[in-house]
């Protein structure tokens, strides 16, 4: 059975930018495998599930094939399955406009504004 250390997979699979931003993820407990808090040297295999907080993302990936060098975009997406749950939606925000053409608003409509924003 092949294993490779957690922060080269990482890295190989395009869940971090570099290996050191996967070793210093690990390292900072952002990382875990299987429930257990993973340091760089942790060995993973085909099976196991990695949680690892990525750029202010979690991510929920199961091993499907364990590889040591980095490769392209589609052949990285293959070696996991991506279990993170979609974000929940953004709220629509009302956005205040003016006509185009209707030069600065005076002093009455800015507070109007003003107020109008504060209140959101």
């Given at each position: 059975?092949?294993?490779?250390?957690?922060?080269?997979?990482?890295?190989?699979?395009?869940?971090?930018?570099?290996?050191?931003?996967?070793?210093?993820?690990?390292?900072?407990?952002?990382?875990?495998?299987?429930d257990?808090?993973?340091?760089?040297?942790?060995?993973?295999?085909?099976?196991?599930?990695?949680?690892?907080?990525i750029?202010?993302?979690?991510?929920?990936?199961?091993?499907?094939?364990?590889?040591?060098?980095?490769?392209?975009?589609?052949?990285?997406?293959?070696?996991?399955?991506?279990?993170?749950?979609?974000?929940?939606?953004?709220?629509?925000?009302?956005?205040?406009?003016?006509?185009?053409?209707?030069?600065?608003?005076?002093k009455?409509?800015?507070?109007?504004?003003?107020?109008?924003?504060?209140?959101?």
């Open positions: 059975m092949e294993s490779t250390r957690i922060d080269r997979w990482l890295w190989a699979v395009r869940l971090t930018k570099t290996r050191p931003d996967a070793a210093a993820a690990c390292r900072a407990g952002h990382v875990k495998v299987n257990i808090p993973a340091k760089p040297a942790t060995t993973i295999s085909v099976g196991d599930e990695v949680r690892a907080r750029n202010q993302v979690n991510r929920i990936v199961e091993v499907t094939q364990v590889i040591q060098k980095r490769v392209g975009a589609p052949q990285a997406a293959a070696c996991y399955i991506d279990n993170t749950p979609p974000p929940p939606p953004q709220p629509v925000l009302p956005v205040a406009r003016r006509d185009r053409g209707a030069g600065r608003p005076t009455r409509e800015r507070r109007v504004l003003d107020a109008w924003r504060s209140s959101q």
